[in-house]
């Protein structure tokens, strides 16, 4: 299980380095969902897609190793991403990443920061369900991205950039509270 949680961390980071490669916004969210397609096909473990679980079949310690291996795996992602840009002498395309890394953490507060995670929680919930078509799955997370909402797993990848800034975790822990509330507030009882 941790190292399926590893890989959709991976391709969650990876839908972040993708979507920021291509140019028009649009296409670039499309390529992002591509990566949460993989996951529920293939059944990958994916914290916000847990929350809908937990205390049922998923306990909270559970809950807790699965977001460590996703946060690992988009970890993992932005370090060989930034070297692929690095080797690729895309300093362009580096900075703006990080730019929006420093946005994305110190341009909002707790509050904001929980209430977008909530938002993206309850979707991403939708958007995870067995039954819940993967068209609708995809339109939920280009919800999220238009939106702008947070999502713990993809600030993951964003996070690594600002991995010495004791604010940027403080302002990360209001996502991953948001996402865990938004998630079990809209969680079903059977679907």
């Known amino acids: 299980m941790w190292y399926n949680a590893f890989i959709a961390g991976i391709l969650i980071g990876l839908g972040c380095l993708v979507s920021n490669l291509i140019a028009q916004p649009i296409i670039g969210y499309c390529c992002f969902a591509m990566g949460l397609m993989y996951i529920r096909v293939a059944k990958l473990p994916l914290t916000t897609g847990l929350t809908q ?25 932005s370090f060989f991403g930034m070297l692929f840009l690095v ?26 920061l929980l209430l977008s995670g909530a938002f993206c929680g309850i979707l991403m919930t939708i958007a995870t369900y067995k039954r819940t078509p993967l068209y609708v799955s995809i339109l939920c997370v280009m919800t999220f991205l238009l939106a702008g909402f ?19 975790w403080l302002m990360f822990i209001a996502v991953v509270i948001g996402n865990l509330i938004g998630g079990y507030v809209i969680k079903k009882e059977e679907y």
């Not at 080797?87 to 904001?112: G, I, P």
């Not at 947070?150 to 940027?168: E, K, P, R, T, V």
């Open 53 to 77: 679980h937990l205390g049922e079949t998923i306990n909270f310690k559970t809950w807790c190793k699965v977001l460590g291996c996703n946060m690992l795996g988009a970890f993992a992602a």
């Open 87 to 112: 080797v690729a002498h895309n300093y362009e395309l580096m900075d703006k990443m990080a730019a929006l890394s420093r946005t994305k953490f110190m341009d909002a507060n707790f509050l904001q």
């Open 150 to 168: 947070n999502h713990c797993i993809a600030d993951s990848f964003y996070l690594f950039m600002q991995i010495g800034n004791w604010y940027a």
